[in-house]
């Protein structure tokens, strides 16, 4: 179970750019002297550190192990492309190096240059890894003398965001020792950020109690246990499957404001369909609805807790995806209402607590392989589905524009295949992982989802 995430860019050269472009453009990242201090790290272990893994930095960093050159075989089609990742995806980053590759390929018939990235997800997220591309890029195409994305420097300097709650994952443990201290040896302020700190902790048991109520009755809520077993929850290989397509997000809007659901309702929507279709092209479908765990932001509340100070909490949802309706529109009400459901149910509690109640959620899909209990107990949820926002205008480095990107993210043990979405200049793009033995004829679903949009629309009366 590889635990990098990466990322596949499409660039188009500029109009100046000569027959040596693309070997010049991977010259120019493999002769980096600096590199960022992210890029140096790498997780080191001894009897000094007690077992534990910490970080390290390579003083010896070897930038061509890191930054490599490939072309595609003719005829240089997309599916090369996606084969080629597949396979870059599936190599595990050795724990001795700093743990990324970035690698520029040709060969494109139609002239366009791919980067793929890939980085250990214990460095990045998907969203600080959104950031961290649109940092290193530029919405001014005349720009030149950028450098690689990886060089100390390159990504502009923003300004320092506020500290958030969900920087405390452990709250319950900082509430205690916080408790423990004698309040009356502190300022006020710091009195009244102790006391709702531990209110935090002790509303945990309540919200335990109320989350886990909700996944008994089959309603949404931060864990889920109702969730039928399918070909996608079992024991998988490392060797990966990918595919990648994107829609325009017009099209997307068009059927959210037509229906009076969001953006991210429809692309639940694409993707339940795709499901139905999928699985019952395979005889594989369950009788019961699917269940996805998908990623949520959530305004932090605003009295109550000492998390008032940051700005979002980050959840998760167990979501329905009416799998189980053969109709378009059918299915879309009822992922919105699980949505909004989900949410509701999220909105009672602090920022905190929803880090806890999340993580519990997540938990079974961890503890359940390492037990070797696939196929014996009945899995939390059945994929992983994501949307992750992007850089709304066109963005470029070093004049090539950035033409199409799409994530590349981790199928778990257990957990198949993991569709990671991410929007970018107008468009939407899906990237999908899957296990290469597990989840067969990967790129159909493309043609799926592209077949459930065009549904959608007829559903909600979109031209």
Request: aromatic letters at 4%.
């Amino acid at each position: 179970m590889p635990m990098h995430v990466g990322g596949l860019q499409l660039f188009e050269p500029p109009a100046d750019a000569g027959p040596e472009y693309v070997r010049e453009m991977f010259e120019s990242m493999r002769d980096t002297e600096r590199i960022a201090p992210l890029f140096l790290k790498h997780p080191y272990r001894s009897v000094k550190t007690g077992g534990t893994l910490t970080w390290r930095d390579d003083e010896q960093i070897d930038i061509e192990h890191h930054v490599r050159h490939s072309a595609l075989p003719q005829p240089g089609r997309v599916r090369e492309l996606l084969e080629l990742v597949g396979r870059l995806h599936s190599t595990r980053l050795a724990w001795e190096r700093p743990l990324w590759e970035t690698h520029v390929i040709e060969g494109l018939a139609d002239g366009r240059v791919a980067m793929y990235t890939k980085l250990h997800h214990s460095l990045v997220d998907g969203i600080s890894a959104m950031r961290l591309m649109a940092s290193t890029l530029s919405s001014d195409p005349d720009r030149r003398g950028m450098p690689a994305p990886f060089a100390e420097g390159a990504a502009r300097r923003r300004k320092p965001e506020p500290e958030s709650s969900d920087s405390l994952p452990a709250a319950a443990v900082d509430a205690a020792t916080t408790a423990a201290r004698t309040l009356a040896d502190l300022p006020g302020d710091a009195v009244r950020t102790a006391l709702s700190i531990s209110a935090d902790a002790a509303g945990m048991p309540l919200a335990l109690v109320k989350t886990l109520r909700k996944g008994l009755k089959n309603e949404t809520s931060a864990v889920s246990l109702a969730a039928p077993r399918t070909i996608f929850n079992q024991s998988i290989t490392g060797a990966r499957r990918f595919a990648a397509q994107d829609w325009p997000i017009e099209r997307i809007r068009g059927v959210g404001k037509a229906t009076g659901t969001t953006i991210n309702d429809v692309v639940l929507a694409m993707c339940s369909g795709a499901m139905r279709t999928y699985l019952t092209e395979l005889d594989a479908l369950p009788e019961q609805s699917m269940v996805s765990m998908v990623p949520i932001g959530l305004k932090a509340k605003q009295a109550g807790s000492a998390s008032a100070e940051g700005g979002n909490a980050i959840g998760s949802v167990m979501v329905r995806l009416a799998t189980d309706r053969a109709d378009p529109a059918d299915r879309l009400r009822t992922i919105s209402q699980s949505m909004k459901d989900g949410k509701e149910a999220l909105s009672s509690m602090t920022p905190a607590q929803i880090v806890a109640m999340s993580a519990i959620g997540m938990a079974p899909s961890i503890v359940v392989p390492m037990l070797r209990m696939q196929g014996i107990v009945r899995p939390p949820y059945n994929l992983i589905i994501s949307n992750v926002p992007g850089p709304r205008v066109p963005h470029y480095w070093n004049g090539a524009q950035l033409v199409g990107s799409y994530p590349v993210s981790i199928p778990i043990n257990g957990m198949a295949l993991n569709i990671t979405c991410t929007s970018y200049a107008g468009n939407m793009g899906f990237g999908l992982t899957g296990c290469r033995r597990t989840v067969p004829h990967l790129q159909r679903l493309l043609t799926f989802l592209d077949d459930e949009l065009a549904a959608l629309e007829k559903a909600a009366g979109v031209s």
